[in-house]
């Protein structure tokens, strides 16, 4: 009886800390999300997937989101600081490559950024330079794609792969458990979407989960490749590498 009087009021507290920390935005943990194109263009994207005006997207994972976590929910909408794109400058080049748009019509990336920013980055503690570029570190320092196909699991489009060994490989190159959510194909088979791992308040550092993080996948999951001549050229003219947005 002990026991579950101890564990009652630790959910109690947590649940407590993070009702007054989503009242005054205050987060435990980032939750940083990739995606896999293959499986958005094949699935996500219901009018096709489009070539960004700013050119060739790497054939990789994208980065999605670093979004401030308490408990499972997002802290979000903290303040109306202003998104501006001149001070990313010298990380454009690698927002077109990992954080790009592939929605149709063609486009350059940059509401995306925006809302990104203006939602849950306001939320980070980090002015807008280090949020974005702590995101790009972290796609690297996980460097997904190359770490699954060294381990023989690569994009197929006849592959099944047990979803229990992804996970162990990704546990044993990041240091920690990250959930997988997957979505259905038009012939209802479920592929991998999504890669959430957990981070610490710094953006820096990859954490075991504190909380369950609740994602859906089967044991048995698709892989499906991701290519350039899957993406259309919607576009009527080229976007300016640099422009002040300020939306």
Do not use: H
């Amino acid at each position: 009886m002990a026991v579950r009087s101890i564990s009652a009021s630790v959910f109690i507290a947590a649940l407590l800390f993070c009702s007054l920390a989503l009242a005054d935005k205050d987060f435990q943990y980032f939750r940083f999300i990739l995606t896999w194109p293959g499986s958005y263009c094949r699935e996500d994207c219901r009018d096709g997937c489009c070539m960004p005006t700013t050119g060739d997207p790497a054939e990789d994972f994208f980065v999605k989101g670093l979004y401030p976590y308490c408990e499972n929910k997002p802290v979000k909408g903290c303040n109306v600081t202003k998104f501006y794109v001149n001070p990313l400058g010298s990380m454009i080049s690698e927002l077109y490559e990992y954080w790009p748009s592939i929605d149709c019509p063609s486009n350059n990336g940059v509401k995306d950024w925006n809302s990104t920013w203006t939602t849950y980055g306001v939320c980070s503690g980090l002015d807008e330079k280090t949020y974005f570029r702590r995101a790009l570190d972290l796609r690297n320092k996980i460097n997904l794609l190359s770490l699954l196909k060294k381990n023989g699991i690569v994009p197929s489009y006849r592959g099944v792969y047990d979803l229990r060994t992804i996970q162990n490989v990704i546990a044993k190159g990041t240091g920690a458990t990250v959930a997988i959510d997957c979505n259905k194909n038009k012939w209802g088979r479920s592929q991998i979407s999504e890669i959430n791992v957990c981070v610490d308040k710094n953006a820096t550092n990859i954490i075991k989960c504190p909380f369950n993080v609740k994602c859906w996948c089967p044991p048995r999951v698709r892989f499906p490749p991701f290519t350039l001549d899957m993406l259309e050229d919607s576009s009527t003219e080229l976007n300016p590498i640099m422009m002040a947005v300020s939306e």
